[in-house]
């Protein structure tokens, strides 16, 4: 019981670092204007924000 607690824990956790991260590359890519990696990081994140839906 425990041990399936603190797998959602960790999953969460790295869900949550992901995002921080894909909002830093998001950033990047805004300011090197390269709309190809704009594009596929927002997508990335939208699917990872629905999985927490």
């Known amino acids: 019981m425990y041990k ?4 959602l824990v960790i999953d969460s956790a790295l869900r949550e670092n992901r995002k921080r991260e894909l909002n830093n590359l998001i950033d990047e890519a ?5 709309n ?12 990872l924000e629905d ?3």
Do not use: D
Request: no cysteine; charged share 15%.
């Open 4 to 7: 399936r607690q603190v797998e």
């Open 36 to 47: 190809t990696l704009f594009m596929q990081y927002s997508e990335e994140l939208i699917q």
């Open 51 to 53: 999985l927490q839906s």
């Open 30 to 34: 805004l300011v090197n204007h390269n």
